[in-house]
Every structure is written in structure tokens, then in C-alpha cells.
């Protein structure tokens, strides 16, 4: 009887969240991508914070504490790879623990796939063009390389899944953990307080749904030229 009402509980502190979920700042508005955190805290304090299996690394609260900037030190970089827009990014990275860019923003609204030669006016990436591409992807306010992708997959399986779930969905070797951990409610962040996003595994394993927003950066040795 008890863990039944616990469950009811947690069922509407989830209702709860989502009908008065807040909105957010920037013109562009993110997205709702988990969720709400007064069911996500009741659901630690019921069943505890989740333990991802390795590679994944754990990381503590604390790194998402308050700072100079948010969550971070600094503000997002000028200058975002892919034409992301910066004031959304700010937002998603610094002030920001539960939303998202909108899904499908990494498609539709940025030149990401364009840059990588993927796909030419809809079409699929011509053979004459070599070999599929690696792309790095740096911490949208330090430069500090995050992600590299495809590792282990294709290219097109890469996109493929990113599209499916409106999001870049990186596996876990294709994760840099020098800079990357998984906080206890599932958030994907940086070791400097950058939100990212979140892990949510399925049955393939571990899956970081990632905000291109907030790895849209340019590498720290070019950035502070």
C-alpha cells in the first residue's frame, strides 16, 4: 500500500511539473526534454540517483553549482559552429537544467549538415566525395573537446539516429570523459557546468541526447586567438 501511494505521488508531482512547466528566455524557445524537477528530485529521494554502467562516469552536483555566468564561468562563445544561435545556446548551457533546443533544431535550423557534406539538397552524400566524416565537437563555452563522431558506426547510422530522436545522439565511444559525466537524474554535462543534455538509454545502452547548442564550439586553441 505504501509503495503504491509513493508511485501515485510521483505520478502527479510529474503532472504537476508538466502542466506548469516555466518558459524560457531566448527568442528561439527550447524545448521540454525531461522531466519537471520537483518529480525528477522525488523520484531520487524515493528509488535514489540512476548508476549508469561504464564507460559512463558519475559526476556530483557540485559541478553544476552557481558561478560567475549560471551554471559556468563564462558565456557561450562568439562565433558558434554551424550557425547556431548564440542566445539560445546561452540560455540551454548556463541558465538551464531541464529544457532543450527544439527537436530536429540541429536539421532544420543550422548549416550542420551542409558543413559535413552528409547531404546535398536532400540527397544522399555523393561517393565521389571520400570518405564519410569525423567530427569533433567542443564545449560551446570552454572549446574543450566533448564528442567525436562516428566511432564504432557509420556516418549516415550516426544520423540517422539523431534524426530519429531530433537530437545528436552520441554512443558511448564516442564520448570524451577527460570533460564529460552523467549527473544522478539522467543530466549530461561538462566538467565545467555546461548543460549538454541527457543520458537515456535504450537497449542498445547508454545514449547522450546532446543539445548541437551546447557542443557547437570552436576549439580552445582557436578560440582564444
Known amino acids: ?32 526534454s525531461t522531466v519537471s524537477a520537483p518529480s525528477m528530485n522525488l523520484f531520487n529521494t524515493l528509488f535514489g540517483p540512476k548508476q549508469f554502467p561504464a564507460p559512463c ?27 547556431c544561435d548564440r542566445q539560445t545556446a546561452d540560455q540551454i548551457c548556463n541558465f538551464n537544467r531541464h529544457f532543450a533546443e527544439p527537436a530536429g533544431y540541429f536539421l532544420r535550423a543550422t548549416s550542420f549538415l551542409a558543413d559535413n557534406n552528409v547531404l546535398v539538397n536532400g540527397k544522399p552524400r555523393p561517393e565521389t566525395a571520400g570518405p ?28 540517422a539516429e539523431s534524426d530519429s530522436h531530433g537530437w545528436p545522439s552520441f554512443r558511448d565511444e564516442e564520448v570524451n570523459w577527460d570533460y564529460v559525466r552523467c549527473l544522478g537524474n539522467g543530466e549530461a554535462v561538462s566538467v565545467d557546468g555546461t548543460h549538454l543534455g541527457h543520458n537515456l538509454p535504450d ?9 548541437l547548442v551546447s557542443v557547437a564550439g570552436n576549439p580552445a586553441e582557436e578560440s582564444a586567438e
Open 1 to 32: 500500500m505504501l509503495r503504491q501511494t509513493l508511485v501515485l505521488a510521483l505520478v502527479a508531482s510529474a503532472v504537476q511539473g508538466f502542466v506548469t512547466r516555466p518558459t524560457v528566455a531566448p527568442k528561439k524557445a527550447a524545448q521540454r
Open 57 to 83: 562516469i558519475m559526476g556530483d552536483e557540485e559541478i553544476m553549482s552557481k558561478k560567475a555566468h549560471g551554471t559556468s564561468a563564462t558565456p557561450v562563445q562568439p562565433g558558434l559552429r554551424w550557425d
Open 132 to 159: 564519410p566524416p569525423k567530427v569533433d565537437f567542443y564545449d560551446s563555452n570552454t572549446g574543450k573537446l566533448l564528442f567525436t563522431a562516428p566511432k564504432g558506426r557509420s556516418w549516415e547510422q550516426f544520423c
Open 203 to 211: 537497449r542498445s545502452g547508454n545514449r547522450y541526447c546532446i543539445n
